[in-house]
């Protein structure tokens, strides 16, 4: 089972300002089989980024994914209010697809 | 545009079974599988499994075998989740999703609220 590391378990920032979450995975994700996922309070998770790097439909350009192998990255430029949310990393190319224990975005 | 929409939210007793629905809409539904994701009161998410909506092949976690089941039923584009023999560490939030298997989760449900409790 590949176990996803995210870090850290809390980022606290404000607004305007860039943030970076890390997803470190056990072993190799085959072919950057690599999805993030924003989750609102109350509200089911939505995807951010697929394969790594590609952005979902709708998704605007100041999230970016990068990474491959074991380290993977989202980056969030500019921060906005709506962004303050909890983040996962999951990996869909090995079984039991996992996810990581998730990133808390929280307004400094 | 892309819906699933879940079966309501449900109290069961421990040692009882549950079976949640969750109807497609907007897309081809036997293209792609169904994706079962729980995630408990304040916790993270947990993958459940996978369907193929195509031909019913499943893949589920090790930790659910011998109690959970998935199945589909593609004349309505609905696919199913069981779990048996619940005990109150199932009590999670239920979420149906499209896609998952080398594939990402695309589309969730709105999410079924499962309580266990005697």
């Known amino acids: 089972e590949i176990v996803l590391t995210q870090s850290p378990g809390t980022l606290s920032l404000s607004p305007g300002e860039r943030a970076t979450l890390s997803c470190r995975a056990s072993?190799?994700?085959?072919?950057?089989?690599l999805a993030w996922y924003q989750q609102k309070p109350g509200q089911a998770p939505r995807l951010l980024i697929y394969?790594?790097?590609s952005r979902a439909t709708g998704i605007p350009d100041r999230f970016s994914g990068s990474g491959s192998g074991t380290d993977f990255t989202l980056t969030i430029t500019r921060l906005e209010p709506e962004d303050f949310a909890v983040y996962y990393c999951?990996?869909?190319?090995?079984?039991?697809?996992?996810f990581g224990q998730g990133t808390k975005l929280e307004i400094k | 545009q892309v819906q699933l929409v879940q079966s309501g939210a449900e109290v069961k007793q421990p040692g009882a079974s549950v079976k949640v629905s969750c109807k497609a809409s907007?897309?081809?539904?036997?293209?792609?599988?169904i994706t079962w994701v729980r995630q408990a009161p304040g916790q993270g998410l947990e993958w459940m499994g996978w369907?193929?909506?195509?031909?019913?092949?499943?893949n589920y976690a090790q930790k659910l075998q011998g109690r959970v089941t998935m199945t589909t039923d593609t004349s309505t584009s609905t696919a199913y989740m069981e779990l048996r023999s619940l005990t109150s560490d199932d009590t999670a939030v239920y979420y149906c999703?499209?896609?998952?298997?080398?594939?990402?989760?695309?589309?969730w449900g709105q999410g079924t609220l499962l309580t266990v409790s005697s």
């Open positions: 999703a499209k896609g998952g298997q080398w594939l990402p989760i695309d589309y």
């Open positions: 907007g897309y081809t539904f036997t293209n792609y599988g």
């Open positions: 369907i193929s909506a195509y031909n019913g092949n499943t």
């Open positions: 072993q190799s994700v085959s072919s950057s089989y």
């Open positions: 394969g790594a790097s």
């Open positions: 999951q990996q869909y190319g090995s079984s039991p697809r996992t």
